[in-house]
């Protein structure tokens, strides 16, 4: 059986880590080689049944203990994926991922090798489409590749669900889970009921499950309830209803079908409304009871996948799927101002009219792979496979039936194939592939919207076809000491919506207008790892550049692409160490960042000048952690310390001559949790922001300097308390 990898969950300051990994790592380095071996599972977001240390990426697994820990602290994916990984932003709390980043790119979210991402237009939504009851392990793919096709640049976070049941007869699992804020407000408390329940007999099997969950209002560490984000929607004061079921046939000990459909919702409760602060004195917004315009925002993912997969056909592994996702993106209404996007003054007279937008994805595709080693060279794998994708998004005025984003229909056909040479008895391997991506994307002619000068804008079928390569050298001398090199190209398209919504003149004809044009970002990096006894180790220095890349950049309250170079590096440490007393684990880690941008969109000058911003990269982090687990007994603390940033020649406008008004001050934040199994479920309490800091959320403090609604403090101190149970 395939069981989970260790989970890395940690990196450290570059000189405490290696002074650490050299005096703990040396007595282990001497062990015998039986003491090596790691139970690993293979990670399917890689496209190969090769295990991890096989392939020249860096690669983490947040397995299912992992995983509910994180959920039971932070409330999602989202948070368990940010708390454990220091190159990803901080969180929001908002349900926008706007911002949110891995290694300062946008990284691919997925469920079961689904693109959840809508890159066309981008809604930043993708990392709430499923209720993580029901994911088992969450995998981790870092920097620009092309392994799940579009999207992946900063890497991938690919969600496998629960798997089908391993013993005759029926199994399942509850959970009921409660909240409050630091002061138990009586609409700060929230609650959550999950039941999953699986039968299998002979060769069939089935699993059903859905989940209820009901958030109140969020409090920060003064005690204040935190501003609502009534246009890009929230977590706070919401309800989110899921459903999950997964059917599965075993057509013989290798080959099986599986059928995988899932719904998820989420819906604001729509029961506040915001009050500005003053960010000159430093002060949050904050929310008052209200009632809110038009439609509460509301987050709809629906998805169904078959997939036949057979691990023993003709010597090699075949996977193949195909897939159907819809999403539904609604955002809020805000009051009407003179001059804002949504305004027409031959609808209603300018500074009346209220308008909110809405998403609308769906996704068809196909994808095959096949595995196996060359007949008479079994030292060399190779893997061919064909993925097809065929989404359609737009976004449109839901109040008035506008068109704001017109229909986009994206077509991409992607040939791939890898190959893997080991040699010296697997103590280098000499990894490769390619893919071809054929694009096509079809846009009608259309009219811009009042504001942007109703301009006319020719539509086109703009086709695009680039050839991907990667490649790397992985060296393992012994087992569990490893380093390796590589290079590898991510795709992506950029934000079209955004760029298609904003154009402001005519004569524009989009078969021939460069801003659509793919972004193709370089990942070159290297790595190394020492998993040697009670030690795990790693290291991992990237730099990824992009020609024509994309930037969020604040014009006229609305954040608009920019096609500018981009340039980012960086540096991950991590460092995680079994201590001598039974159970206890110690890990530590750091992250730092840095990326620079053109700073004059399209002028032909192939230079940086700029830093990245809040709004597209991340703050370095420093995380501790203290892990113990002893028969019915597990308890974890873990700390993020965010380190100030300042960044220079800052494009967004300075705030009553503050110079620096983006730049970041840091905070830290520490969290803890214990369980305890009995013989009746087991019992859980989590504490977010255990020492109940008061900050201000590094997305809201670097970004819209002169925006004082959206100014947000983080959460306090908040409990959750639960019981799960399986049988």
């Keep these: 059986m395939r069981r989970s990898v260790a989970v890395r969950s940690c990196t450290l300051t570059p000189m405490m880590l290696i002074a650490s990994a050299s005096l703990v790592a040396m007595p282990a380095i001497a062990q015998d080689r039986a003491d090596q071996q790691r139970d690993v599972i293979v990670v399917t ?85 499923i209720d993580p009851f029901f994911v088992d392990r969450v995998e981790l793919i870092y920097g620009s590749n092309a392994l799940q096709g579009i999207g992946g640049t900063g890497g991938i976070v690919n969600q496998v669900t629960v798997g089908p049941p391993k013993e005759d007869g029926l199994t399942g699992r509850v959970l009921v889970q409660g909240s409050a804020d630091n002061d ?80 998820f919702q989420l ?53 193949t799927q195909i897939f159907y996702s819809r999403t539904r993106d609604t955002f809020g209404a805000s009051p009407a101002v003179a001059g804002d ?14 308008d909110q937008s809405e998403n609308r994805s769906r996704k068809i595709g196909g994808k095959f792979s096949y595995e196996r080693s060359v007949p008479g060279w079994d030292a ?46 697997k103590k280098l391997r000499i990894a490769g592939g390619v893919r071809n991506e054929n694009v096509r994307i079809k ?22 076809s680039d050839t991907l390569f990667n490649g790397g050298v992985i060296v393992e001398p012994v087992p569990g000491i490893r380093a390796y090199a590589s290079y590898a190209e991510g795709y992506t398209m950029p934000d079209v919506g955004r760029i298609t919504r904003s154009i402001a003149r005519d004569g524009v004809d989009l078969d021939n207008y460069l801003d659509i044009s793919p972004v193709i970002s370089n990942n070159r990096e290297l790595g190394f790892e020492a998993k040697r006894g009670p030690v795990d180790f790693s290291a991992a220095y990237f730099w990824s550049t992009s020609k024509n890349g994309q930037l969020l950049v604040l014009v006229n309250s609305v954040y608009e692409v920019q096609r500018q170079r981009v340039e980012i590096e960086g540096l991950e440490l991590n ?99 214990i369980r305890y199994q009995t013989k009746v479920g087991g019992l859980t309490l989590a504490v977010q922001n255990l020492f109940d800091k008061f900050y201000i959320d590094y997305n809201s403090d670097t970004q819209r300097p002169t925006d004082s609604t959206r100014y947000y403090a983080g959460r306090g101190r908040t409990f959750t308390l639960g019981w799960d149970y399986r049988f």
């Design 575 to 673: 460092l995680s160490v079994k201590m001598p007393i039974d159970g206890l684990t110690l890990s530590t880690g750091y992250a730092h960042l840095k990326g620079r941008a053109d700073g004059t969109p399209n002028d032909g000058v192939d230079k940086v000048n700029i830093d990245l911003d809040g709004a597209n990269i991340s703050p370095d982090r420093f995380n501790l952690a203290a892990s113990y687990a002893n028969g019915p007994l597990s308890v974890r603390v873990q700390s993020q310390f965010y380190l100030a940033r300042r960044f220079d020649n800052s494009p967004l406008p300075n705030f009553a001559g503050l110079n620096r008004a983006n730049d970041f001050g840091g905070y830290n934040l520490t969290d803890a949790i």
């Design 443 to 464: 846009i009608d002619d259309y009219t811009t919207l009042a504001s942007y000068g109703s301009r006319q804008v020719d539509g086109g079928v703009p086709k695009f």
């Design 45 to 129: 977001a890689a496209r190969t049944a090769l295990p991890p240390n096989a392939l020249p990426l860096t690669i983490d697994v947040i397995d299912k203990s992992a995983l509910d820990q994180q959920v039971a602290i932070g409330g999602s994916v989202v948070d368990a994926v940010s708390n454990l990984t220091p190159s990803f932003s901080p969180t929001r709390q908002k349900l926008s991922g706007s911002g949110e980043t891995l290694r300062g790119r946008s990284p691919l979210y997925a469920i079961n090798g689904i693109p959840q991402s809508t890159p066309l237009r981008d809604g930043s939504r993708d990392g709430f489409t």
């Design 184 to 263: 138990f407000n009586g609409d700060g408390l929230g609650g959550k009921l999950g039941g999953l329940v699986a039968y299998k007999t002979d060769r069939f099997d089935a699993t059903v499950g859905a989940a209820f969950e009901q958030r109140g209002a969020f409090y920060d560490g003064h005690g204040n309830r935190i501003g609502i984000d009534a246009v890009q929607g929230e977590t706070m004061d919401s309800t989110s209803w899921s459903l999950f079921g997964r059917f599965g046939y075993a057509v013989d000990e290798s080959a099986r079908f599986d059928l995988i459909l899932n719904r």
């Design 341 to 354: 996007t949504f305004q027409d003054t031959s609808i209603a007279p300018d500074g009346t009219l209220v």
């Design 267 to 319: 819906e604001g409760d729509g029961d506040y409304v915001v009050v500005p602060g003053d960010r000159l004195t430093g002060l949050p917004s904050t929310s008052e009871k209200g009632e809110t315009l038009g439609k509460a925002p509301r987050n709809l993912a629906q998805s169904a996948s078959l997939s036949f997969t057979d691990d023993d056909l003709a010597g090699g592994n075949l996977v």
């Design 380 to 425: 060399l794998t190779a893997t061919i496979g064909f993925d097809a994708l065929f989404d359609k998004t737009e976004q449109t005025l839901i109040q008035t039936g506008r068109t704001w984003v017109p229909p986009t229909d994206f077509r991409s056909l992607a040939p791939f194939g890898q190959l893997n040479l080991a040699l010296f008895d």
